[in-house]
């Protein structure tokens, strides 16, 4: 079976970030500064991606902002043909910034929220000011003439707050805002406990979701990510692996998804001695999960292997020990009920942050942020 071209390229320029949200999904190590992707090997990246049928990129982190040749970089990326989306937390982005990026051709904005009060998106990202900041930071985005989302993870501590987090959104002037539930993966998965919803509340999230849709469908596009650990099906994780998309670390590691590091035993090449057309054809790891051959009972002969793709692997391996496994969250895989044991487990306690020093110690490299 031919191998289908990618769509979608995730650059993460930077680990590096202000704030130390429980449910990070970057990797519970970082990758170095020192060790980062510089502006020519970007450059070349951007050029192989477009080469390749990729159309658009996702300027990621950590927080981009940190990076002083991020308006150089959206320029190449811009020049390579792609659209650019900046995924940014807000913070350290000023009106002098918007503005040069928007001049360097980027084309769209997404800022996080981790709540739509002060008080409580504050103790999540564990920084004081984050929220007025934030705000600020939209504002000069759509000053820009950039489009804005506005991105919203939602867990057991705000998801009775979904309508006012859509409020906030049109408050600010947002054409977009998106509703991710939690993903357990990183830093996240030490958190699970104190994340993870009631099935109330989910029951009582979605039916909001749906009535907002269609009060607020003239105003605002709502797109929401419903929670993988109370749902029947495994969703059709990244599209399928390595069918869809890649993702670039800091160091300049291809991945076929976001927390596909989490997998043992994998092999990852990496953007400075390989090509991305040599990475995206030939390498070990996008090539383990492609197709179905790899696929375990009950997917193996399942109507839906072409649907779902077996689900996620990376949940797979993190909740059973084995990527092959079929997903958990599929009804039909024996390991299913561990599911309902976690929700049982979870309750109300204090998160677990990363380290307060390793958060001073990034603070004095970003960007136009005050520590």
């Known amino acids: 079976m031919a191998t289908p071209s990618p769509l979608g390229l995730l650059a993460e320029l930077t680990h590096r970030c202000p704030l130390a949200c429980p449910y990070c999904s970057n990797p519970l190590?970082?990758?170095?500064?020192?060790?980062?992707?510089?502006?020519?090997?970007?450059?070349?990246?951007?050029?192989?991606?477009?080469?390749?049928?990729?159309?658009?990129?996702?300027?990621?982190?950590?927080?981009?902002?940190?990076?002083?040749?991020?308006?150089?970089?959206?320029?190449?990326?811009?020049?390579a043909g792609l659209y650019t989306n900046l995924i940014t937390s807000g913070l350290g982005l000023t009106a002098a910034k918007a503005e040069a990026l928007a001049a360097a051709g980027l084309d769209h904005v997404q800022i996080s929220f981790q709540d739509s009060a002060p008080e409580q998106n504050d103790a999540v990202a564990g920084r004081s000011g984050a929220y007025s900041r934030?705000?600020?930071?939209?504002?000069?985005?759509?000053?820009?003439?950039?489009?804005?989302?506005?991105?919203?993870?939602?867990?057991?501590?705000?998801?009775?707050?979904?309508?006012?987090?859509?409020?906030?959104?049109?408050?600010?002037?947002?054409?977009?805002?998106?509703?991710a539930h939690v993903q357990y993966y990183g830093w996240a998965s030490k958190n699970r406990a104190a994340l993870l919803p009631t099935r109330p509340q989910v029951e009582d999230a979605l039916a909001e979701v749906a009535a907002l849709r269609d009060r607020y469908?003239?105003?605002?596009?709502?797109?929401?990510?419903?929670?993988?650990?109370?749902?029947?099906?495994?969703?059709?994780?990244?599209?399928?692996?390595?069918?869809?998309?890649?993702?670039?670390?800091?160091?300049?590691?291809?991945?076929?998804?976001?927390?596909?590091?989490?997998?043992?035993?994998?092999?990852?090449?990496?953007?400075?001695?390989?090509?991305?057309?040599?990475?995206?054809?030939?390498?070990?790891?996008?090539?383990?999960f492609r197709g179905s051959d790899w696929m375990q009972e009950p997917c193996a002969t399942c109507a839906r292997r072409d649907i779902d793709f077996g689900g996620c692997r990376c949940q797979a391996f993190l909740l059973t020990g084995n990527a092959r496994a079929p997903d958990?969250?599929?009804?039909?895989?024996?390991?299913?009920?561990?599911?309902?044991k976690l929700v049982d487990a979870a309750s109300p306690q204090p998160f677990v942050f990363r380290s307060r020093r390793a958060i001073d110690r990034q603070a004095p490299l970003m960007m136009g942020i005050q520590t």
Do not use: Q
């Open 217 to 288: 469908r003239e105003r605002i596009a709502i797109d929401s990510v419903p929670p993988d650990y109370f749902a029947r099906y495994p969703k059709a994780c990244m599209g399928g692996w390595g069918r869809r998309s890649i993702n670039i670390t800091p160091l300049g590691k291809a991945l076929p998804c976001h927390a596909a590091e989490s997998i043992d035993g994998m092999e990852f090449w990496s953007v400075r001695e390989h090509s991305l057309r040599d990475i995206w054809l030939h390498s070990p790891a996008f090539n383990a």
């Open 29 to 79: 190590t970082l990758d170095a500064v020192e060790y980062e992707l510089d502006t020519t090997a970007w450059s070349r990246v951007f050029d192989e991606a477009a080469a390749l049928g990729i159309l658009h990129v996702h300027l990621s982190g950590g927080e981009p902002l940190a990076r002083r040749d991020l308006a150089t970089l959206s320029r190449a990326a811009r020049s």
């Open 328 to 340: 958990p969250v599929c009804h039909l895989s024996r390991d299913h009920g561990m599911l309902a």
């Open 134 to 179: 934030k705000r600020a930071a939209a504002e000069c985005v759509v000053r820009a003439g950039l489009p804005l989302t506005i991105n919203i993870v939602v867990h057991r501590g705000n998801i009775g707050r979904i309508g006012e987090m859509v409020t906030l959104a049109m408050e600010l002037g947002a054409g977009r805002v998106e509703i």
